[in-house]
């Protein structure tokens, strides 16, 4: 097991030493001198120019320019928005709350529809429920969520008047009104990810209920209940759990166009804001933490893998 | 059924020395979900080709006695703030639409399979440096990624296209990759060795051919999410640029009208669901005509 784990953290790094390889290339790609958009109106003057290039250490050739930048971003210092002239990690870290208070709701409501919608599907297989759950699920794979976003905006808040069309109030504020500001947007985020699992639930559902053990236990005398829940289903959620953790990254892309949609002041937002703005580094600084979030808790995700499958475990 | 598709008729028995392909297109016409989804799929194609022809009206002429008309016999699904027939910008809308979700995934598969290939095929540091390049560019959600992408390289339809296919690229490297591992140990390539073929021809003409199958239905699941991801960059001011006609972009500004003029958002996000929805039937149906646990 510490010879899985320290493999599995070992492959972690190079994989994080990538991603900022990746991330600093995208700077590259940026269209003309930011020295002379930060400049603004004393572009003209080449002292001015000069200070900024030196300041941002775009002088200096490119590894070193890398070098720097990575050492700053090892320090917790991602550099600071061109436009509110602020450091992005304190940007971050006042708009991530808002985006996990969201991406958390998202996550109960995938569950609590994806989960039972998927083992239902399974156990009454080739039946009208089962082909209803399986065009639930494609539907949900398909709904572009923004348009689904505004669908609801259209119909709770324009036609029935139940909630509010935009905005956010944080939970630590008023918990009524903050639940009213999220309920939507999360229910329309975690739409895709509920589809998501609903069908891998199927899947491993029917995966599960075709092994010997079943078999065993139905031979056994077992009430079907107690063969589905207690046999099929621990076994069948192992591969699910770790799914959970990786839809990680559907949320954050959701949370984008989500927040967008019904003005939630989060990370997506930033980033698109940020694009706007064209306040790259912000861009920059969004695509890493998101990134580096992804990578850790897909290590968290083979290490819960390992942890909750007793064969892996012992192996 | 592996999972989650719709209905699949029950197959009989397959005909004795039926090729390999054959048995798969066999399998997908009975399957009626996907030739559902793929009617719906040659309809879009037929409208986005025809739109000159077919579009009521000029998709972006401005009409200032017609402005945000609902439903009617003259304007099928309405007009807009700008008195522009709604249904002749979703046909019009619909070649950008298409076009995005293709030509970005023929980006992703022109540069994924390859390198994919090459990864699998040669193995040792070669592997090594390409699966962690990989996994750095799948680190990174594909949608934020994109959007990273179009915002450094700009606004455009072109821009968005290109920024789709290389966030879509690592999972055409990896599905390659894997299956050309696979198909590496196979017999009919250690025979294709031993006869002497190079290295190269082998990759070509044994390996490749084999692996078709799986990338052919990631390919078509991949265009129903360029299209959304398309029609999201869009709808962010980072697609198509106005007055041409995009989805993601009627989207936006539907929102603005939401409370006066409701249709202006009904029927472009319901284009983008039927086509998406269309393209996952193919791709569900293509899995299981070629899953060979099926055969």
Redesign the interface.
């Known amino acids: 097991m510490l010879g899985f784990l320290a493999r599995r953290v070992g492959q972690t790094v190079?994989?994080?030493l990538?991603?900022s390889?990746?991330?600093f290339g995208?700077?590259q790609?940026?269209?003309g001198d930011p020295a002379l958009i930060l400049a603004g109106e004393e572009r003209g003057d080449p002292t001015v120019l000069a200070q900024i290039r030196a300041e941002l250490n775009l002088d200096k050739p490119l590894p070193v320019q890398y070098g720097l930048w990575l050492w700053g971003v090892l320090n917790g210092d991602l550099g600071f928005s061109w436009r509110i002239r602020e450091p992005i990690a304190a940007v971050i870290a006042q708009k991530l709350p808002v985006t996990l208070q969201l991406g958390l709701m998202a996550f109960v409501i995938a569950v609590a529809i994806g989960i039972p919608l998927g083992i239902l599907s399974a156990v009454r297989k080739d039946t009208p429920l089962d082909?209803g759950a399986?065009?639930v699920?494609?539907?949900g794979?398909?709904?572009?969520n923004?348009?689904l976003g505004?669908?609801m905006?259209?119909f709770f808040s324009?036609q029935l008047g139940w909630l509010p069309?935009s905005g956010y109030v944080p939970l630590t504020e008023d918990w009524r009104r903050s639940l009213a500001t999220t309920i939507m947007p999360a229910f329309v985020l975690g739409s895709g990810i509920a589809a998501v699992f609903?069908?891998?639930m199927?899947?491993a559902m029917l995966q599960a209920m075709a092994q010997d053990y079943v078999r065993t236990a139905r031979a056994k005398g077992l009430a079907e209940k107690v063969v589905v829940l207690k046999h099929a289903l621990r076994n069948a959620l192992v591969p699910v759990v770790t799914l959970g953790a990786l839809e990680?990254?559907?949320l954050?892309?959701?949370a984008?166009?989500t927040e967008?949609?019904f003005t939630i002041p989060g990370f997506g937002k930033l980033?698109?804001d940020?694009?706007?703005n064209r306040d790259?580094p912000v861009?920059?600084g969004?695509?890493l933490v998101?990134?580096?979030l992804?990578?850790l808790l897909?290590l968290i995700a083979d290490v819960l893998y390992v942890l909750i499958n007793p064969r892996l475990r012992h192996a | 059924m592996?999972?989650?598709?719709?209905?699949t008729a029950a197959a009989p028995a397959p005909p004795r020395g039926e090729s390999p392909s054959r048995r798969a297109l066999r399998r997908l016409v009975r399957h009626r979900a996907a030739m559902f989804g793929l009617a719906v799929v040659l309809l879009f194609i037929a409208i986005a080709v025809l739109a000159p022809l077919v579009a009521p009206y000029d998709p972006t002429r401005t009409n200032w006695t017609a402005i945000r008309r609902p439903p009617s016999e003259l304007f099928w699904f309405g007009t807009d703030e700008n008195g522009r027939d709604i249904l002749s910008r979703i046909i019009w809308g619909a070649r950008a639409s298409l076009l995005a979700g293709v030509i970005s995934v023929g980006i992703a598969l022109a540069a994924g399979v390859p390198i994919g290939l090459a990864a699998g095929f040669l193995g040792g540091w070669v592997d090594v440096l390409i699966s962690?390049?990989t996994?750095?560019?799948l680190?990174?959600?594909?949608?934020?990624?994109a959007?990273?992408?179009?915002?450094?390289?700009?606004p455009s339809l072109e821009n968005a296209m290109i920024a789709i296919g290389v966030s879509a690229t690592p999972i055409f490297v990896r599905l390659a990759r894997g299956a050309t591992m696979a198909a590496k140990v196979e017999d009919y390539v250690e025979a294709a060795r031993g006869l002497g073929n190079p290295r190269w021809r082998i990759a070509l003409r044994h390996i490749l051919p084999n692996i078709v199958p799986p990338l052919l239905v990631q390919a078509t699941l991949a265009i129903?999410s360029a299209i959304?991801a398309e029609?999201?960059l869009s709808?962010?001011?980072?697609g198509q640029q106005p007055p041409a006609p995009s989805w993601g972009s009627m989207?936006n500004t539907?929102?603005r009208f939401?409370?006066q003029a409701?249709w202006m958002?009904?029927f472009?996000?319901l284009s983008?669901?039927v086509v998406?929805?269309a393209f996952?039937?193919v791709g569900?149906g293509l899995r299981d005509a070629l899953d060979p646990r099926q055969r």
């Open positions: 190079p994989t994080l990538f991603v390889v990746l991330i995208l700077q790609l940026m269209p082909w399986n065009a699920g494609l539907a794979l398909s709904l572009p923004f348009w505004i669908m905006i259209l324009v069309p609903m069908r891998h199927r899947s990680l990254g559907t954050l892309s959701g984008v166009l967008q949609v980033i698109v940020a694009v706007f790259y861009v920059q969004v695509v998101t990134a580096t992804y990578v897909n | 592996p999972d989650g598709g719709l209905v962690r390049f996994d750095a560019m680190a990174c959600p594909f949608l934020i990624l959007i990273a992408l179009a915002a450094f390289l700009g129903a959304i029609a999201s709808f962010l001011g980072l989207l539907a929102q939401i409370e409701p958002a009904v472009p996000g983008i669901f998406v929805l996952n039937l569900d």
